[in-house]
């Protein structure tokens, strides 16, 4: 008896010390999240340049962009972060990569004019050595289509998974999209943002049926087990019994488990023509 209560007792022991760990990850990433706010309304660019990775890509109204140009923009003030209102934050932990969601109001000065826009902004961070690094910055709200950056070694495998991701929304097969979905996977509508069950729902439902999606282009960056597939798409959707067409970006995350890629993360970004 002793020893079932001992056994029990470390097991409660180590749930609880994985619990906090998990928990302190979160916030370590959440006050890294708001710490990055604050640099870019400063114009902190050392530290914006160790926090952006290498390959990182960043979502703008106005275009989709790679690190060097991004610093390159707050450097001058082309945009000037000046103030990030953070509403809500929600974070999702894969291994040594975190995914945070932040709905923000935006105040920003751009050519000469201080303009303020609400937001769900989707950050990706993986964990290096020493730090988190940034890889990904989405912004929901856009105003212009446009060109993704060039990959530098776009991966086949990662776009075709994406590619019949999509024929399977459109056939509403859903038993290949649960195990597609991570279970802490999370989807960015323009109507709010929700979890694996409720999008499985929803397309078995057909609230949203995904009727065809036509890919413009296609950008992928491979850093470890993690992959991010950006698609530049036009989206022909029954919704409410009414078809819509919209031209999105829209943001993928994939994490490499057992040999598998699991999406993690699916944000939409209505573009406007």
Known sequence: MKKIQIGLFLIIVCFQWSLAQNLNIEQEVIELSK?????????????????????????????TWNKDRELEIIKTGSIWYKQADVHDVVVEIFDNTAVLWNRITLVAHVRGNDVSN??????????????????DLTFSKVRDTHKIAPSIAPDNEIIELSKQKWQWMADKKVDILADL????AKFVHMGGTWGKDRELDIIRSG???????????????????????????TLLAEVG??????????????????NKWKLTNMSFTKLIN
Do not use: C
């Open 207 to 233: 609230g949203i049926h995904y009727k065809k999606a036509d890919i413009h282009e296609v950008s992928v960056e491979i850093i470890g087990d993690m992959a991010t597939v950006w698609n530049r798409i």
């Open 35 to 63: 710490d990055k706010w604050q640099w870019m309304a400063e114009k902190n660019i050392d530290k914006l340049a160790t926090l952006f990775h290498d390959k990182s890509k960043f979502v703008h109204m106005s275009g």
């Open 181 to 184: 979905f991570h279970e802490q």
């Open 241 to 258: 019994g009414n078809e819509v067409t919209n031209p999105f970006m829209v943001t993928e995350v994939y994490l490499k488990q057992d």
């Open 118 to 135: 609400e937001f769900t902004v989707t950050e990706i961070y993986k964990k290096g050595k020493d730090s988190w690094k940034l890889l």
